[in-house]
């Protein structure tokens, strides 16, 4: 299986320096990581403009890594995240090659596609208050690097009403997020980062004016 640093421009060789520990077996952990993203999201191209998809987990474990996580199996199951929702891998593949934590946080944000998708974005929003610390992170550096794009690159498919509606929905998600780090995680300033950058992007978009509303979204998605 081939594997380079250089596999997509938005990814420096120096990735990982000064943020996780030395040790040699984490540096190995998150490079295997990113082998086995790269080999499973081989196939898939990004909607909003056929890029490689594997951009994309690599844009969420930089946007972490900005954030000054520095815990591997965070880093690690940011870059698997999307693996087992949107190829044939499975739990049970991620906890045998990355370990039993891995496969909690890749599990905590994998939607679960047997779902109409109007539900999947409704257990978004009720899953907040059960999964673990590293998966909210994961789940927060998901939303800024999609919204990022989206308003940069939208969807060809999509109207000005599904990217309003798509960023009222992760607004929904943040701030039940944002609820839960000021009680439980208040020392984790992590979080904070990650927020701050969130609501920049929420204030930009202006779509508070927009008339679009979370109901309004789930509805759309029945459709």
């Known amino acids: 299986m081939f594997f380079c640093l250089n596999y997509s421009p938005r990814i420096n060789l120096n990735l990982f320096k000064g943020v996780v520990s030395p040790n040699k077996m984490d540096y190995r952990k998150l490079t295997e990581a990113m082998r086995f993203a790269v080999y499973k ?14 951009i994309h987990p690599f844009g969420v474990e930089e946007k972490l890594e900005k954030a000054g996580v520095k815990d591997v199996d965070i ?25 039993e934590n891995v496969r909690e946080m890749v ?4 939607d679960d596609k047997s779902l109409p998708k109007h539900e999947r974005k409704l257990r978004q929003i009720e899953k907040v208050d059960f999964i673990a610390e590293g998966s909210l992170l994961i789940k927060l550096a998901d939303k800024l690097d999609n919204l990022q794009d989206i308003l940069e690159y939208p ?16 607004r929904a998600v943040t701030e039940k997020i944002r609820n839960r780090a000021h009680f439980h995680f208040q020392n984790n300033h992590c979080f904070s980062y990650l927020l701050g950058e969130l609501e920049k992007i929420y204030e930009k978009s202006g779509v508070s ?3 679009m509303t979370l109901e309004k979204y789930i509805e759309m998605m029945k459709i």
């Open 41 to 54: 999201h081989r196939l898939q191209k990004r909607k909003n403009d056929n890029a490689a998809y594997i």
């Open 75 to 99: 880093l690690c199951a940011a870059i698997l995240h999307d693996t087992v929702e949107d190829t044939e891998t499975t739990l049970e593949e991620i906890e045998s090659q990355f370990g």
């Open 107 to 110: 599990n905590d944000v994998t």
């Open 155 to 170: 969807p060809i498919n999509w109207n000005n009403e599904r990217v309003s509606g798509y960023i009222i929905w992760s």
């Open 209 to 211: 004016q927009s008339g």
